[in-house]
């Protein structure tokens, strides 16, 4: 198995619950961490508490690739990037707004590959390294309500497959998370009946997460699916 020991780490969206508790079991494992969100200060302020000594923070709003570019450079190199950012707007499409569409695909689409295109050089230069995006289930398996969430989704996992054809002839490894219900903040500013308690915990996500940073040496786990048990027929 991969060994996460003194390999760099970008996780992108590390304010949220499941990147938080993926950037303690990596500093615990001896990564070195370099973490995002658009609210550095709060972010800096969780790390103090937490004693994630030497960990870096950056501010960083995916959809500016000035300041995608501006931190990616900030790292010797990215061993591993997890990307944790996104928004989810659940509308019907008769209450759905253009710029909510727009503003979808430019976070949640637009923003990784913003993330990938200024990560990869490095990787190439090492012909190794490990690229995590999280798509949720819904970039699987679309839901009612979900057009604008599913679309920027749908457009992660065939953009990955994409770049994956690009990188064979390298150690790059592409893994996407394909994650069912998980009771986190996501929910909050979401006007659907749900419950939560029988949803996955956030902590028992983000060791899915920490798994997949130390894969095995000789193969590559392309995707991966943690859903509820309420869930199991998608």
């Known amino acids: 198995m991969e060994s996460i020991k003194g390999k760099h ?13 993926v950037a303690k079991l ?12 658009r609210n550095k200060e709060a972010l800096h302020t969780w790390v103090q508490e937490n004693q994630l000594l030497n960990a870096t923070t950056h501010t960083l709003d995916v959809t500016n ?8 450079q900030t790292i010797p190199t990215v061993d591993i990037l ?10 019907t499409m008769d209450t759905l707004t253009t710029q909510e569409f727009q503003q979808s695909l430019n976070t949640n689409l637009v923003g990784t590959f913003l993330l ?5 050089p490095s990787m190439k230069v090492q012909k190794k390294g490990l690229i995590i995006n999280i798509p949720g ?21 065939g953009m990955m497959q994409s770049i994956r054809e690009e990188l064979k002839r390298t150690d790059i490894r592409i893994t996407n998370l394909f994650l069912g219900g998980v009771d986190s903040a996501f929910w909050d500013t979401i006007d659907l009946r ?15 997460i920490w798994f997949l940073c130390q894969q ?13 048990f309420n869930h199991q027929a998608i």
């Open 137 to 157: 289930v819904l970039g699987k398996v679309p839901m009612a309500g979900a057009a604008a969430y599913s679309a920027s989704k749908y457009g992660i996992v």
């Open 65 to 72: 690739e000035a300041q995608v570019a501006a931190v990616v």
């Open 26 to 37: 990596l500093y615990q494992g001896g990564a070195h961490l370099h973490l995002t969100a």
């Open 194 to 208: 749900v419950q939560r308690d029988k949803m996955i915990v956030a902590e028992e996500a983000a060791k899915a």
């Open 9 to 21: 780490i970008l996780i992108v969206g590390a304010s949220g619950g499941i990147g938080k508790h």
């Open 82 to 91: 997890i990307n944790a950012a996104g928004i989810g707007i659940i509308k």
């Open 116 to 120: 990938v295109k200024h990560v990869l």
């Open 216 to 228: 095995p040496n000789s193969g590559v786990v392309s995707e991966m699916v943690l859903q509820p």
